[in-house]
């Protein structure tokens, strides 16, 4: 997933609490350049529970990669601010955080020179709509150009998807909001549409205002992406998050939650984290023992040969069946002898 936003909405800093890491977070636009990655841990309750059941040597979580982003401004299609980098950047994700700024602060500078939100989310979205305009030119045209040298099949197809996406980019419509077939995102899937990729709003409120659950933006943010394709929205406050991991001293999803109960007002980093990989439509299986204990990312929907190729693709070449049993079982009845007893361990 990709932290993106306006230079100066708390990105970095938000970066910085998911991450346990310190890149720069400075009072003007474009404190980062280069992009910084971190690996977040995707809290679980059952894959502690099976730490406690199995105490392994190894224990393995699931986890998302997190890219932090410069900070996009009006007309970065056009090279403005840092342009085509930025945007490039954000095509070789597969989500997006669109980190949006409703917090008041005077002191903190931001490059439209006041907070409003909703014209903040217009023009992210705007920008990524006319970068996909651009590259949708160039793909039309080398299509046209080989459909009037070859007449391909393949071509003519794909020539008809991409005139839906265009119908969708001048009304001002993201490609992922549009109706699909299976058929169709495969062609989707080749050209890394910016506005095809998933959205969760992350909402920066002030400290004060988030222990209060007070913010005047707040409704109006939710009826703008109600309006707009929808997606997930989590309120949170940067500076709270901030205040949380220093005072905890780890990030440590305990300590964290312990502390935050005690400053007033709950963590909403595990939420993020957790909506992000749902956004992505991510999932994972167990495979636990005494050795280890490992979480087994794949995407919802995935099958069971190919679910079994994440760990080895022998394993998917030569698929047979697999032994299984669901968490809820084992987790009720306490061992895997139990729930064999109960004949609920399946092929």
Same mark, same amino acid.
């Given at each position: 997933m990709g932290l993106v936003g306006l230079?100066?909405?708390?990105?970095?800093?938000?970066?910085?609490?998911?991450s346990n890491l310190n890149v720069p977070a400075e009072n003007y636009p474009f404190c980062t350049i280069d992009p910084?990655?971190?690996?977040?841990? %995707?809290? &679980? #309750?059952?894959?502690?529970? +099976?730490?406690?059941?199995? @105490?392994p040597k190894s224990r393995v979580p699931a986890s998302i990669s997190?890219?932090?982003?410069?900070?996009?401004?009006?007309?970065?299609?056009?090279?403005?601010?840092?342009?085509?980098?930025?945007?490039?950047?954000?095509?070789?994700?597969?989500?997006?955080?669109?980190?949006?700024?409703?917090?008041?602060?005077?002191?903190?500078?931001?490059?439209?020179?006041?907070?409003?939100p909703i014209r903040d989310m217009q023009i992210i979205n705007g920008e990524l709509n006319a970068k996909d305009k651009q590259a949708l030119a160039k793909i039309i045209a080398?299509?046209?150009?080989?459909?009037?040298?070859?007449?391909?099949?393949?071509?003519?197809?794909?020539?008809? %998807?991409? &005139? #839906?996406?265009?119908?969708? +980019?001048?009304?001002?419509? @993201?490609?992922?909001?549009g109706e699909w077939k299976a058929a169709d995102i495969e062609w989707l899937n080749k050209h890394h549409f910016m506005t095809a990729k998933p959205v969760v709003y992350l909402v920066n409120i002030g400290r004060d205002e988030y222990i209060t659950k007070k913010n005047k933006w707040l409704p109006k943010i939710a009826e703008w992406i109600r309006d707009n394709g929808g997606g997930p929205m989590v309120p949170y406050s940067a500076d709270y998050e901030k205040e949380v991991l220093t005072v905890s001293g780890s990030p440590d999803k305990e300590a964290r939650d312990k502390t935050a109960a005690e400053l007033g007002g709950p963590t909403m980093i595990?939420?993020?984290?957790?909506?992000?990989y749902k956004a992505?439509?991510?999932?994972?299986?167990f495979?636990?023992?005494?050795?280890?204990?490992?979480?087994?990312?794949?995407?919802?929907?995935?099958?069971?040969p190919q679910a079994a190729g994440v760990i080895h693709t022998d394993f998917e070449k030569g698929f047979i069946?697999?032994?299984?049993?669901?968490?809820?079982?084992?987790?009720?009845?306490?061992?895997e002898l139990a729930v064999k007893a109960e004949g609920l361990y399946k092929q």
């Amino acid at each position: 997933m990709g932290l993106v936003g306006l230079p100066n909405v708390g990105k970095s800093t938000t970066f910085n609490v998911l991450s346990n890491l310190n890149v720069p977070a400075e009072n003007y636009p474009f404190c980062t350049i280069d992009p910084s990655e971190a690996k977040v841990l %995707v809290p &679980d #309750r059952r894959f502690e529970r +099976l730490i406690e059941m199995y @105490a392994p040597k190894s224990r393995v979580p699931a986890s998302i990669s997190i890219w932090d982003i410069a900070g996009l401004v009006k007309g970065a299609s056009e090279g403005a601010g840092l342009g085509n980098a930025f945007l490039s950047h954000i095509q070789a994700v597969d989500g997006i955080f669109h980190v949006v700024r409703a917090f008041p602060n005077e002191e903190v500078i931001h490059e439209e020179g006041d907070v409003d939100p909703i014209r903040d989310m217009q023009i992210i979205n705007g920008e990524l709509n006319a970068k996909d305009k651009q590259a949708l030119a160039k793909i039309i045209a080398e299509l046209d150009s080989q459909i009037k040298r070859f007449n391909k099949k393949e071509a003519k197809e794909e020539r008809e %998807v991409m &005139d #839906r996406v265009e119908k969708l +980019l001048v009304a001002g419509v @993201a490609v992922r909001d549009g109706e699909w077939k299976a058929a169709d995102i495969e062609w989707l899937n080749k050209h890394h549409f910016m506005t095809a990729k998933p959205v969760v709003y992350l909402v920066n409120i002030g400290r004060d205002e988030y222990i209060t659950k007070k913010n005047k933006w707040l409704p109006k943010i939710a009826e703008w992406i109600r309006d707009n394709g929808g997606g997930p929205m989590v309120p949170y406050s940067a500076d709270y998050e901030k205040e949380v991991l220093t005072v905890s001293g780890s990030p440590d999803k305990e300590a964290r939650d312990k502390t935050a109960a005690e400053l007033g007002g709950p963590t909403m980093i595990h939420k993020i984290v957790n909506t992000g990989y749902k956004a992505l439509n991510l999932i994972h299986y167990f495979t636990a023992g005494e050795d280890e204990v490992k979480c087994w990312t794949i995407r919802e929907g995935t099958k069971a040969p190919q679910a079994a190729g994440v760990i080895h693709t022998d394993f998917e070449k030569g698929f047979i069946c697999c032994e299984c049993q669901s968490f809820a079982d084992l987790d009720r009845l306490g061992s895997e002898l139990a729930v064999k007893a109960e004949g609920l361990y399946k092929q």
